[in-house]
């Protein structure tokens, strides 16, 4: 009865790897020096001795398990007196922990890692109408250091680059204009238009903000910084149109719209506000319909044509902060899917530097640079199904229901490019589409057979040898 025991190994093997938990999302590590991050200032208890590591990860984390997560992320490095993490049982008041993305509550701050013990934060000023303040240009970007954007780490869209960085793809960006010496678009943004002058172009840009835009969109990785947009493969197709304190005109849009499908643009994504009438939406969804082209917009106000909805082969884009809530107070049913829109990072005019901005404005080109993601990979997709592929991938995109404020919930790369179509490759919101997260009882089944054949066999084996 020997030969049977050279299966326990890979039977308990197989029942160990059945009952450990399956990560739902791999914890980025961050690069800490002019990293915009979330982090936690260690506090003392009642005794004067520092807080634990288990009870800052139960408290921010959800779970004491994952202080791992918390120590992977600052061992060895230098704390502001001095002193370096080395033994997870052991924090001193005043270091500073970088935490992971998903941590929430009381004492979270986020920002750039400071070198000494931060003051309490100060909220940013906004507007009335909820949006981000800013001069004429809309909301305002401004200089930042920032080397690994917590956008960048919440939405982690390399893992998606496995299957697609957008090549083929054109990405019609309906702003202010893009400058094309950013090297970091160097060579992938054309000519384009503006809506003001006939046969004008839109590849420059005095304001910066589109050119801030389509580095969200296409920007790739330079030496020095680890900022990369959704789909650094795309191309950009800039169409000027103008903007009055961060809002564009519904026949301007319209007409920019024209232009960029007239150009072969596969996407186009309209990042400012626009009150819409029922004859502007009726003509962006024909555009939409008869060129297959899909249409990411911004939000839109109460009292906008496009307030309802969902519509095919449009998405509508609202803004989230770290924790994952809407950044502004959006009507309702006015959302499908939610980006990071508060202080994300993009580039700055002529490759001076990196900036930071703020706003609706600023998730939308998040969602169209993922579009571009899913129109590379699945090029046999219409815009209808690809709207859906984006929708099922988004966080509550599998549980069918939609939220009036959250709509289908923040979007996923790696789920919504790595999903896998089911029979039938029509669009809508009616499950065309499953989602490939993780493995499922079928899977599980399908293991524990395989182990139960090892077995019989292995006893068959060894009574034929006795």
Same mark, same amino acid.
């Given at each position: 009865m020997g030969a049977p025991r050279r299966f326990i190994a890979p039977l308990v093997a197989a029942l160990l790897c059945l009952g450990a938990p399956v990560p739902a999302r791999a914890e980025p590590v961050p690069n800490p020096a002019g990293s915009h991050v979330k982090y936690y200032v260690v506090q003392g208890t009642d005794g004067g001795a520092a807080e634990s590591l288990w009870d800052i990860s139960t408290r921010l984390l959800g779970s004491g398990d994952r202080y791992l997560s918390i120590v992977a992320l600052n061992q060895g490095r230098p704390q502001p007196d001095g002193g370096t993490l080395t033994d997870p049982t052991e924090l001193r008041v005043g270091w500073l922990? @970088?935490?992971? !993305?998903?941590?929430?509550?009381?004492?979270?701050?986020?920002?750039?890692?400071?070198?000494?013990?931060?003051?309490?934060?100060?909220?940013?000023?906004?507007?009335?109408?909820?949006?981000?303040?800013?001069?004429?240009?809309?909301?305002?970007?401004?200089?930042?250091?920032?080397?690994?954007? !917590?956008?960048?780490?919440?939405?982690?869209?390399?893992?998606? !680059?496995?299957?697609?960085?957008?090549?083929?793809?054109?990405?019609?960006?309906?702003?202010?204009?893009?400058?094309?010496?950013?090297?970091?678009?160097?060579?992938?943004?054309?000519?384009?238009?503006?809506?003001?002058?006939?046969?004008?172009?839109?590849?420059?840009?005095?304001?910066?903000?589109?050119?801030?835009?389509?580095?969200?969109?296409?920007?790739?990785?330079?030496? &020095?910084?680890?900022?990369?947009?959704?789909?650094?493969?795309?191309?950009?197709?800039?169409?000027?149109?103008?903007?009055r304190d961060g809002r564009a005109t519904g026949e301007d849009v319209v007409r920019a719209v024209g232009l960029a499908v007239d150009a072969g643009a596969d996407v186009v994504m309209v990042p400012a506000? @626009?009150?819409?009438?029922?004859?502007?939406?009726?003509?962006?969804?024909?555009?939409?319909?008869?060129?297959?082209? @899909?249409?990411?917009?911004?939000?839109?106000?109460?009292?906008?044509?496009?307030?309802?909805?969902?519509?095919?082969?449009?998405?509508?884009?609202?803004?989230?902060?770290?924790?994952?809530?809407?950044?502004?107070?959006?009507?309702?049913?006015?959302?499908d899917v939610l980006a990071p829109g508060v202080a994300v990072a993009s580039v700055g005019l002529g490759g001076t530097g990196e900036v930071e901005a703020s706003g609706t404005d600023f998730a939308v080109p998040f969602v169209a640079g993922l579009v571009a993601l899913v129109r590379s990979a699945h090029p046999d997709l219409n815009a209808?199904?690809?709207?859906?592929?984006?929708?099922?991938?988004?966080?509550?995109?599998?549980?069918?229901?939609?939220?009036?404020?959250?709509?289908? &919930?923040v979007i996923d790369p790696a789920a919504t490019v790595g999903a896998a179509a089911q029979a039938g490759t029509t669009g809508g919101r009616t499950g065309t589409f499953t989602v490939d997260r993780g493995p499922g009882l079928a899977a599980v089944v399908v293991v524990l057979l395989g182990v139960v054949g090892l077995l019989v066999v292995g006893v068959r084996q060894g009574r034929r040898r006795e």
């Amino acid at each position: 009865m020997g030969a049977p025991r050279r299966f326990i190994a890979p039977l308990v093997a197989a029942l160990l790897c059945l009952g450990a938990p399956v990560p739902a999302r791999a914890e980025p590590v961050p690069n800490p020096a002019g990293s915009h991050v979330k982090y936690y200032v260690v506090q003392g208890t009642d005794g004067g001795a520092a807080e634990s590591l288990w009870d800052i990860s139960t408290r921010l984390l959800g779970s004491g398990d994952r202080y791992l997560s918390i120590v992977a992320l600052n061992q060895g490095r230098p704390q502001p007196d001095g002193g370096t993490l080395t033994d997870p049982t052991e924090l001193r008041v005043g270091w500073l922990l @970088v935490l992971p !993305w998903d941590a929430y509550g009381d004492g979270v701050l986020h920002g750039l890692l400071p070198t000494r013990v931060p003051a309490p934060p100060t909220p940013p000023p906004s507007r009335a109408d909820g949006r981000s303040s800013g001069d004429g240009c809309g909301s305002a970007a401004t200089t930042s250091d920032m080397a690994v954007p !917590w956008a960048q780490l919440r939405l982690a869209p390399s893992v998606a !680059w496995q299957r697609s960085t957008g090549n083929g793809v054109t990405v019609a960006v309906v702003d202010s204009g893009v400058d094309a010496t950013v090297p970091a678009l160097a060579g992938r943004v054309r000519p384009g238009a503006d809506v003001e002058v006939v046969d004008g172009r839109g590849d420059t840009d005095c304001l910066g903000r589109g050119t801030a835009l389509a580095g969200i969109v296409a920007a790739q990785a330079r030496p &020095g910084s680890h900022f990369a947009g959704m789909a650094p493969g795309a191309v950009i197709l800039p169409v000027r149109i103008p903007l009055r304190d961060g809002r564009a005109t519904g026949e301007d849009v319209v007409r920019a719209v024209g232009l960029a499908v007239d150009a072969g643009a596969d996407v186009v994504m309209v990042p400012a506000e @626009v009150t819409l009438t029922e004859a502007h939406r009726a003509a962006l969804l024909g555009f939409s319909a008869d060129a297959d082209v @899909v249409l990411v917009v911004a939000a839109p106000p109460a009292g906008s044509a496009l307030g309802d909805g969902p519509y095919d082969g449009l998405l509508r884009v609202g803004a989230v902060g770290t924790d994952d809530e809407p950044a502004y107070p959006y009507p309702k049913r006015a959302v499908d899917v939610l980006a990071p829109g508060v202080a994300v990072a993009s580039v700055g005019l002529g490759g001076t530097g990196e900036v930071e901005a703020s706003g609706t404005d600023f998730a939308v080109p998040f969602v169209a640079g993922l579009v571009a993601l899913v129109r590379s990979a699945h090029p046999d997709l219409n815009a209808a199904a690809v709207v859906a592929r984006v929708v099922d991938g988004a966080e509550l995109g599998q549980e069918r229901t939609r939220d009036p404020r959250y709509g289908w &919930g923040v979007i996923d790369p790696a789920a919504t490019v790595g999903a896998a179509a089911q029979a039938g490759t029509t669009g809508g919101r009616t499950g065309t589409f499953t989602v490939d997260r993780g493995p499922g009882l079928a899977a599980v089944v399908v293991v524990l057979l395989g182990v139960v054949g090892l077995l019989v066999v292995g006893v068959r084996q060894g009574r034929r040898r006795e």
